[in-house]
């Protein structure tokens, strides 16, 4: 089983002073002198009619804690208290992660510790002097054209406007947007334009006086894909509590097990990023973390000569014709997608490496034939769309269902007509062409280009014995070496660096005419060589390279050594 947690139109709010905003704005213009930001900084937020320069609200920060001077937020948000976003809970609201989102904001520039000397040559004076007589920022007026709703509808939510405007002008910020999420984008840009001081806390300041920006995304998914479940080794990591055997004996450790209430939290802790979390459970293959609990309902489980039944072991995906497997999927989608659905309008519904093989040992079945096969697939594909339908989830499903098993999906609900699937290519522009000219919606991310895990060395044992097992015609001695040798590269090494990353141009080889089936893109970490140690190293520094390209569409090779903001690339002594 693969799960795959993935994070959607994330806005990653790393500062790289210099630019000084990234991912960079569509339109960003600066003039004027340093504008030093007080502490508390005179916050109004307003919405719909009204505008934020005749707000009759603020909300301010100090000493640490959030104060309402006037009763804005409550009257209008029905809040008597400060969001704490450990606490959020069973109610969250659109209203609570926009309100939340302006808390945070405020809360990090007042004790941002960024100070960008890094960016700036051997003692330069880059930070104005501690008692320069320059102009300070006022107050930050956010208006909303339509104001946040008092709940929360996922799909309404992450499918908003995401374009925003701020403007700093004559002491005041002025931010603007239409929707919840341009906020919050707006607000991981404001963020970044704020810089530390290093006389002091508190004592932080924008570099220009006069500052615009006009920004909104090239494409609306902007995904990392996170495999939660190949590190601990092949387990079934989450807690199905009607199936409770499921992570009982599946999870690798009792205590590596996610609750329902932590995927609840985790997907919380998006909302207020414009952040959507949703899960891939891939099925029908990688499933043999199923056979802990189920041995019933898995084939070809933990096959000595596993190359012959899967890409890796453990070896093993459901059986194909199984009324026992119909009821288990029956079981746990009921479970599962009701809770998935209150925060993300998303399920991955998989779909990936079928292994044919497998099911020839399959008693349901008895056949690698794809004529035998085909129907079977299509048939436990269309009972899981259904269920992601009815739950108004809108599928993913990777790209072989399509170019290899030929499925289609019929819609049973045609009230849910608008809910088209998205196809997640992962092997070469071809196929996303073959699928955007079948009228297909795809996201790219090739395991050539995009993939995080890629060039740390295989880790795979040899063949172990070479063959096949008797009466399983397919040998398979000559796909992996029976004798590991130098390099010993992995299958998608070598390691895609940052700048590969940056300049991987996903509408290459793809005819223009077909560009706007692409609804975006994903970068993906696989985690057979990957945990909670080196996670955020080998993660986040690539991950801010394809978040550019997400945002601003392909970059070209020169933009690697242009300056960003007066910073250019190798120019600082260390
Ligand atoms: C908001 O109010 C101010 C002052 O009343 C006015 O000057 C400004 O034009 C208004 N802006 C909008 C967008 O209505
Ligand atoms: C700032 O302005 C005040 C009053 O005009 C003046 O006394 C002070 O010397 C100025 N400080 C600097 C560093 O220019
Ligand atoms: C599926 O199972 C049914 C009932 O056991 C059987 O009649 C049918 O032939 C099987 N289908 C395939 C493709 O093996
Ligand atoms: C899938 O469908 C296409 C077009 O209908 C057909 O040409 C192709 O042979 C099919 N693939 C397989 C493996 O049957
Ligand atoms: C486009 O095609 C060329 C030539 O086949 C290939 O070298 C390149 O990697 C392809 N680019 C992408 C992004 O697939
Ligand atoms: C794709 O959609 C277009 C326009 O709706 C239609 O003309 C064409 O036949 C479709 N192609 C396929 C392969 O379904
Ligand atoms: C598998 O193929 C290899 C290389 O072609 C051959 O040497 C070996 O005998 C084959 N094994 C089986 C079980 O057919």
């Not at 499925?407 to 996303?432: C, D, E, F, G, M």
Request: glycine letters at 6%.
């Amino acid at each position: 089983m693969l799960i795959h947690l993935v994070t959607l139109a994330g806005w990653l709010t790393l500062s790289i002073a210099g630019s000084p905003i990234w991912p960079e704005p569509n339109a960003y213009e600066s003039h004027g002198d340093v504008l030093w930001i007080p502490f508390p900084l005179r916050t109004a937020f307003s919405c719909g009619l009204s505008n934020a320069s005749n707000n009759d609200f603020f909300y301010e920060r100090s000493r640490g804690s959030l104060s309402h001077l006037l009763g804005g937020w409550q009257s209008w948000f029905g809040f008597a208290s400060d969001v704490d976003e450990d606490q959020l809970g069973a109610s969250v609201s659109e209203a609570d992660a926009v309100k939340a989102a302006v808390g945070r904001t405020l809360q990090d520039i007042s004790t941002s510790k960024f100070i960008p000397w890094k960016f700036h040559s051997r003692h330069d004076a880059f930070e104005p002097a501690e008692n320069q007589n320059a102009s300070m920022l006022t107050s930050l007026y956010i208006y909303q054209s339509t104001c946040p709703s008092s709940s929360f509808d996922a799909a309404a939510f992450f499918d908003g406007d995401e374009s925003y405007e701020i403007d700093v002008t004559e002491g005041v910020a002025r931010i603007n947007a239409v929707s919840s999420i341009g906020i919050i984008n707006a607000l991981g840009t404001f963020k970044q334009l704020v810089l530390s001081h290093s006389s002091g806390v508190h004592k932080t300041y924008m570099t220009r006086s006069s500052i615009k920006i006009k920004d909104n995304p090239r494409w609306r998914y902007r995904g990392i894909s996170l495999d939660i479940a190949r590190n601990p080794f092949k387990s079934w990591p989450i807690d199905i509590p009607s199936l409770p055997e499921l992570a009982l004996k599946g999870a690798y450790r009792p205590d590596l097990v996610w609750s329902t209430e932590d995927i609840a939290r985790i997907q919380q802790y998006g909302i207020s990023r414009n952040v959507q979390v949703f899960l891939e459970l891939d099925m029908p293959g990688h499933t043999a973390s199923i056979a802990h609990a189920y041995p019933d309902l898995i084939a070809a489980f933990n096959q000595l000569d596993w190359d012959t039944f899967a890409a890796e072991p453990l070896s093993g995906q459901f059986k194909l014709n199984s009324t026992k497997v119909h009821d288990f999927l029956d079981t746990l989608f009921e479970d599962l997608l009701p809770r998935l659905s209150k925060y993300s309008s998303i399920y991955h519904l998989g779909g990936d490496e079928v292994n044919r093989m497998v099911h020839l040992l399959d008693e349901t079945v008895q056949s690698a034939n794809f004529d035998t096969l085909q129907p079977l697939i299509q048939s436990l594909m269309q009972r899981i769309y259904t269920k992601a339908i009815e739950n108004n989830l809108r599928p993913i499903i990777w790209e072989e269902m399509f170019l290899e098993w030929n499925l289609t999906l019929v819609n049973p609900h045609p009230s849910h007509h608008h809910i088209k699937p998205l196809v997640q290519a992962w092997r070469s522009s071809a196929n996303i062409a073959s699928l955007l000219k079948a009228n297909h919606s795809v996201i790219f991310g090739d395991s050539e280009h995009w993939y995080l895990d890629c060039g740390h060395g295989v880790f795979l044992s040899p063949y172990p014995s070479g063959h096949s097992p008797p009466g399983i015609p397919y040998n398979t001695s000559g796909g992996l070496p029976t004798k590991l040798s130098p390099p010993y590269l992995d299958y998608c090494g070598p390691y895609h660096n940052w700048r590969a990353i940056y300049t991987f141009n996903p509408l290459a080889n793809i005819s223009e005419e077909l560009w706007g089936g692409i609804e975006g893109g994903e970068t993906l970490m696989w985690s057979e060589l990957t945990d909670s140690v080196d996670l955020d190293a080998k993660l986040w520094p690539r991950a801010a390279a394809a978040a550019e390209v997400l945002w601003r569409g392909p970059r070209s090779e020169s933009m690697l050594a242009a300056p960003r903001g007066g910073w250019r690339c190798g120019e600082n002594e260390r």
